[in-house]
């Protein structure tokens, strides 16, 4: 099988900075948990000192996760380093990871310090950190743009402070697979007592080579991976969990590299993060888009039908992929619909499992049958954080090739029932959305509006994915019917509550700090 190399998963951070992509507290424990039923060794809970509501996710999921180390971000600030250590004092396992920038570029322009400086502020973080955990890994943002002989000096600092990880982040995915080879070989090599610390690599996909920078910097020395499901994160995104964790099992016998993460809960991951957040994958992304297994060329499914391997190099299975659904239908009982809940890899008490089954029910009487998309539909609705803002009870329409559209909606802000109103539009949906957007008092606009059948038929659930800005902060949503206008108020109402949470994240933040992480 050969060296183990550690996942580090920042989908709770770096990935949650992915425009749209906020999680809210209880979603994150969500996504936590299944991260730690994926295998990965260390999670990345968040940025503790970036809000009140940032610092209360971390602490919860430090305090109720069990398996992967818990870590907080921090930048090298006194305040930084104790919010992290607040958040997390007291988990079983956890540690701080601290940053700050080396390039020039970032010294100078962003934080108008010169290099003695940044290095002294490194030890400085790092030993208080040190004080209350003995993991704590340190990060050089921007590092394949800093000077290497100034790495080499940061670096060495560090590991004198009681660093005992070093991260050679890939900010902003500029390098190439040869250049990191090189520098993480530099490193290693120079580096004062190196042989001490574990080499860790942060990169993303600003030029679309995030996964082989990372598999590369494995083939030189580095033993831990950073990345994301399904590759969110800032720009571009980062290196994709999926991609690196299948390639090292696809590729065991040119890499002899394992990893500790369970494969078969990658798709579900994946599956679970696209409902958390709104986001749709793309049908042509590796490993878990919807075309991964798909074949469309006689040549291809001929080869297929005879030997899967002539065109897969992996067997859907071995991502947790069933292609066998277990159908249910109004006659289904709730030991079935348990038993189908479980088979999916979710968790549910008594409790949600009596709402989705009320829930089921009144799905199955719309529906012919129900599919393994639908469930996971009810699951996530009955998941929904009961914190939100905005709440959809009621949506009406008229609509006809001689009448104008027109919508009533009635709505609860706060838990309290708001008056129900009306508003024309250019079709059935515009006008639900503009009676939205008049009862909340919002004047947010509509980037992307994406509508997909997740199971066929006419009596399909229709989803509906969107994407709203207002003054520069963006959100997405996702709603989901078997009437695509409800399908559409529901995923703009989504949308609204994960754009009402960034707007008190973004109010909680000292706008002149850096916030970017690495």
Request: proline share 3%; with cysteine; hydrophobic share 40%.
């Given at each position: 099988?050969?060296?183990?190399?550690?996942?580090?998963?920042?989908?709770?951070?770096?990935?949650?900075?992915?425009?749209?992509?906020?999680?809210?507290?209880?979603?994150?424990?969500?996504?936590?948990?299944?991260?730690?039923?994926?295998?990965?060794?260390?999670?990345?809970?968040?940025?503790?000192?970036?809000?009140?509501?940032?610092?209360?996710?971390?602490?919860?999921?430090?305090?109720?996760?069990?398996?992967?180390?818990?870590?907080?971000?921090?930048?090298?600030?006194?305040?930084?380093?104790?919010?992290?250590?607040?958040?997390?004092k007291g988990s079983k396992n956890w540690?701080?990871?601290?940053?700050?920038?080396?390039?020039?570029?970032?010294?100078?322009?962003?934080?108008?310090?010169?290099?003695?400086?940044?290095?002294?502020?490194?030890?400085?973080?790092?030993?208080?950190?040190?004080?209350?955990?003995?993991?704590?890994?340190?990060?050089?943002?921007?590092?394949?743009?800093?000077?290497?002989?100034?790495?080499?000096?940061?670096?060495?600092?560090?590991?004198?402070?009681?660093?005992?990880?070093?991260?050679?982040?890939?900010?902003?995915?500029?390098?190439?697979?040869?250049?990191?080879?090189?520098?993480?070989?530099?490193?290693?090599?120079?580096?004062?007592?190196?042989?001490?610390?574990?080499?860790?690599?942060?990169?993303?996909?600003?030029?679309?080579?995030?996964?082989?920078?990372?598999?590369?910097?494995?083939?030189?020395?580095?033993?831990?991976?950073?990345?994301?499901?399904?590759?969110?994160?800032?720009?571009?995104?980062?290196?994709?969990?999926?991609?690196?964790?299948?390639?090292?099992?696809?590729?065991?016998?040119?890499?002899?590299?394992?990893?500790?993460?369970?494969?078969?809960?990658?798709?579900?991951?994946?599956?679970?993060?696209?409902?958390?957040?709104?986001?749709?994958?793309?049908?042509?992304?590796?490993?878990?888009?919807?075309?991964?297994?798909?074949?469309?060329?006689?040549?291809?499914?001929?080869?297929?039908?005879?030997?899967?391997?002539?065109?897969?190099?992996?067997?859907?299975?071995?991502?947790?992929?069933?292609?066998?659904?277990?159908?249910?239908?109004?006659?289904?009982?709730?030991?079935?619909?348990s038993k189908r809940i479980q088979t999916?890899?979710?968790?549910?008490?008594?409790?949600?499992?009596?709402?989705?089954?009320?829930?089921?029910?009144?799905?199955?009487?719309?529906?012919?049958?129900?599919?393994?998309?639908?469930?996971?539909?009810?699951?996530?609705?009955?998941?929904?954080?009961?914190?939100?803002?905005?709440?959809?009870?009621?949506?009406?329409?008229?609509?006809?090739?001689?009448?104008?559209?027109?919508?009533?909606?009635?709505?609860?802000?706060?838990?309290?029932?708001?008056?129900?109103?009306?508003?024309?539009?250019?079709?059935?949906?515009?006008?639900?959305?503009?009676?939205?957007?008049?009862?909340?008092?919002?004047?947010?606009?509509?980037?992307?509006?994406?509508?997909?059948?997740?199971?066929?038929?006419?009596?399909?659930?229709?989803?509906?994915?969107?994407?709203?800005?207002?003054?520069?902060?963006?959100?997405?949503?996702?709603?989901?019917?078997?009437?695509?206008?409800?399908?559409?108020?529901?995923?703009?109402?989504?949308?609204?509550?994960?754009?009402?949470?960034?707007?008190?994240?973004?109010?909680?933040?000292?706008?002149?700090?850096?916030?970017?992480?690495?």
């Amino acid at each position: 099988m050969g060296q183990i190399i550690r996942i580090f998963d920042t989908t709770l951070r770096d990935g949650e900075q992915s425009p749209g992509c906020s999680m809210n507290a209880k979603e994150k424990l969500i996504m936590a948990r299944q991260l730690a039923k994926l295998g990965v060794d260390t999670i990345e809970a968040g940025f503790p000192a970036s809000s009140p509501g940032d610092f209360d996710s971390v602490q919860q999921i430090g305090h109720s996760v069990e398996g992967p180390m818990i870590v907080s971000l921090c930048r090298t600030s006194d305040a930084d380093i104790q919010a992290g250590v607040k958040a997390l004092k007291g988990s079983k396992n956890w540690g701080i990871h601290t940053f700050i920038a080396t390039s020039d570029l970032h010294l100078k322009k962003k934080l108008n310090i010169d290099r003695k400086t940044a290095v002294k502020k490194a030890i400085r973080a790092i030993q208080q950190a040190k004080k209350h955990t003995e993991n704590v890994e340190f990060s050089a943002e921007d590092a394949t743009r800093s000077d290497p002989a100034f790495l080499v000096e940061i670096f060495s600092a560090a590991i004198k402070a009681g660093a005992t990880i070093l991260n050679v982040p890939d900010t902003v995915g500029y390098i190439t697979p040869h250049e990191f080879t090189k520098l993480i070989q530099l490193l290693q090599n120079e580096v004062v007592d190196a042989d001490k610390v574990l080499f860790s690599v942060h990169c993303h996909n600003d030029l679309g080579l995030a996964a082989a920078n990372s598999l590369a910097a494995v083939e030189v020395g580095a033993q831990q991976i950073e990345c994301t499901v399904n590759g969110i994160g800032e720009r571009a995104g980062n290196a994709s969990l999926e991609e690196i964790v299948m390639a090292f099992k696809v590729r065991n016998a040119y890499f002899n590299k394992t990893t500790n993460v369970d494969t078969t809960q990658i798709f579900p991951s994946s599956r679970l993060l696209t409902k958390l957040t709104g986001t749709m994958i793309p049908p042509n992304k590796a490993i878990v888009g919807a075309n991964a297994f798909a074949h469309e060329s006689g040549i291809h499914q001929a080869g297929v039908i005879k030997d899967t391997l002539t065109y897969e190099i992996m067997k859907p299975e071995s991502i947790g992929l069933s292609l066998n659904q277990l159908v249910l239908g109004k006659h289904s009982g709730r030991a079935a619909l348990s038993k189908r809940i479980q088979t999916l890899g979710y968790d549910v008490s008594k409790e949600e499992l009596q709402k989705i089954f009320e829930n089921f029910k009144q799905l199955a009487d719309k529906k012919k049958v129900v599919y393994d998309e639908d469930l996971e539909i009810l699951i996530m609705q009955e998941r929904s954080s009961d914190e939100e803002k905005y709440e959809l009870l009621s949506v009406n329409v008229t609509a006809g090739t001689e009448t104008i559209p027109t919508a009533t909606v009635v709505m609860n802000i706060d838990k309290v029932r708001m008056p129900a109103q009306a508003c024309l539009g250019d079709g059935p949906v515009d006008a639900a959305l503009n009676t939205i957007r008049e009862i909340v008092n919002i004047p947010c606009v509509l980037t992307s509006f994406v509508i997909k059948s997740i199971t066929g038929g006419t009596d399909a659930q229709g989803v509906v994915s969107v994407t709203i800005e207002w003054e520069g902060i963006k959100a997405s949503g996702r709603g989901s019917h078997t009437d695509i206008v409800i399908a559409s108020a529901a995923a703009f109402v989504n949308a609204l509550n994960r754009l009402d949470l960034l707007k008190k994240s973004h109010h909680q933040m000292d706008e002149t700090d850096d916030l970017s992480g690495i």
